[in-house]
């Protein structure tokens, strides 16, 4: 179920002024904290979803649920954690709870949980043992939970609930709000305490990104299709999304661009599965995105200035299937080709300030070569800042454009038509004096028809 096929019921105290990395304030160019940076440079992460669904072939649970159905016999959070490192994944961030409220630790809060087993804890210990960061979902929407609807009361449960998650399993490098509620016009309205769930968390671990549509950390990306906006700003209006679930196309739209002139620090972060559902159902065996799909994914994610947390669920058995794993070790094995040869590697850049707002970067590549990608990198330690570029490559003293584009930020990734050139030249414009750009090079590599399934 996508989560903007419904009409939001619930409505939310604004979370507009939270929490604010010390760094944010008005007249200061944003920066982002350390935590953001990790969570960044990351680039992907995979997310899980588990929970009774699996066993209930359904999206989206009633919270009616026997816990027993819930038998993952051969369970191994190992098997996750390893195929996340073949993917080159550094995260992955596991479904605690959906909107069925089935939690998947032992909650002293709830009867609607594992008893026998803690799945939360075998996962977090997976991670650590596989040298991964570890992330919760928990979400706000619990259709099982009787207090859901009585705010004050719902308030305290999932505040308990996030304590439980984020005192008992070590460091929790994100935690996922999901906006999604679909309790209909009829439903239990929820007024969420966003000021307080989002306190907690700084309190509890001080080093954890949040991410939710309204950030405070990290912001959804505006869809579930793997593809950040063109522009992206990681900068923000922190008034332009109120608060997770906010409906209308102003808020999609803040979500997808962020915003030049914002006064917070919120990249966006891709979600999306590699199936054509969150939960793993039998019938979508055949349905698991190829190679190809998943690359250009790769390049409207993280290629956009984004991260790109890709799900894979683990099946009834608790385990990925075998071609999900399959997939994800292709799906890096086809990166790895694509970027293994960068023939601006260790060539000198000169890079010309050509005016208050612009400059030129050109880089000599020593001989010809047939080129069908550009990668762009600001440092963004200092913060985003072009607005726009072209790039030239030139053979014989004659340039031509190869590619054009909007924001940098992390990263942009281009393709192009495969054009033989000996250097290359980037001009840029930005919304502050830009500062130094780094320039990747590579061939056109492997085309779509070619690759492997
Ligand atoms: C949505 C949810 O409704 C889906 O079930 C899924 O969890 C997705 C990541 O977010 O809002």
Redesign the pocket.
């Given at each position: 179920?996508q989560?903007r096929a419904f009409t939001a019921a619930a409505v939310s105290v604004l979370a507009k002024s939270v929490l604010r990395w010390p760094s944010q304030f008005p007249g200061v160019h944003p920066r982002p904290s350390p935590s953001q940076l990790t969570w960044q440079r990351d680039e992907l992460a995979l997310?899980l979803?588990f929970g009774v669904n699996t066993f209930t072939d359904r999206?989206?649970g009633d919270g009616r649920e026997d816990p027993a159905i819930f038998n993952p016999a051969g369970l191994d959070a190992r098997q996750w954690a390893r195929a996340a490192r073949a993917a080159g994944a550094r995260a992955l961030i596991l479904?605690a709870k959906?909107?069925d409220g089935f939690c998947l630790w032992p909650s002293r809060l709830t009867t609607h949980a594992v008893t026998h087993r803690d799945v939360v804890r075998e996962f977090t210990d997976a991670c650590k043992r596989e040298g991964l960061r570890a992330g919760l979902y928990l979400s706000p929407w619990d259709r099982n939970a009787s207090v859901y609807g009585d705010s004050p009361r719902y308030n305290d449960f999932y505040c308990d609930q996030l304590t439980e998650l984020l005192t008992r399993y070590g460091p929790i490098a994100e935690v996922w709000f999901?906006?999604?509620n679909g309790e209909g016009p009829n439903g239990r309205r929820q007024v969420y305490d966003w000021p307080r769930v989002f306190g907690l968390v700084r309190r509890l671990q001080p080093r954890a990104v949040m991410f939710s549509d309204a950030g405070p950390d990290v912001r959804w990306c505006g869809n579930?299709r793997g593809l950040a906006g063109d522009p992206n700003w990681s900068t923000m209006d922190p008034a332009a999304v109120p608060y997770p679930g906010a409906p209308g196309d102003a808020v999609i739209a803040a979500l997808q661009h962020g915003d030049p002139q914002g006064s917070v620090w919120r990249p966006a972060e891709v979600?999306v599965s590699i199936r054509p559902g969150?939960f793993h159902h039998p019938a979508e065996d055949e349905r698991v995105k190829t190679v190809d799909e998943l690359t250009e994914i790769w390049f409207t994610s993280v290629g956009r200035n984004s991260k790109l947390l890709l799900?894979v669920p683990p099946t009834r058995d608790g385990l990925l299937h075998p071609t999900d794993v399959a997939r994800l070790a292709a799906l890096r094995a086809q990166l790895t080709a694509l970027f293994a040869e960068d023939f601006a590697l260790n060539r000198r850049v000169r890079w010309r300030v050509t005016g208050p707002l612009t400059a030129v970067a050109e880089v000599d590549l020593a001989r010809t070569v047939s080129a069908g990608i550009v990668r762009l990198e600001e440092n963004i330690v200092q913060g985003q800042r072009v607005a726009r570029y072209v790039v030239h490559g030139g053979v014989d003293g004659a340039w031509q454009e190869l590619t054009r584009g909007t924001t940098v930020g992390y990263r942009k990734l281009d393709r192009f038509s495969p054009a033989s050139v000996r250097s290359v030249r980037v001009t840029v414009e930005g919304v502050a004096r830009p500062s130094f750009l780094r320039i990747g090079v590579y061939g056109a590599g492997v085309t779509a028809a070619r690759s492997p399934a």
């Open positions: 179920m989560r997310f979803h999206e989206w479904t959906h909107h999901d906006g999604a579930e979600d969150w799900n």
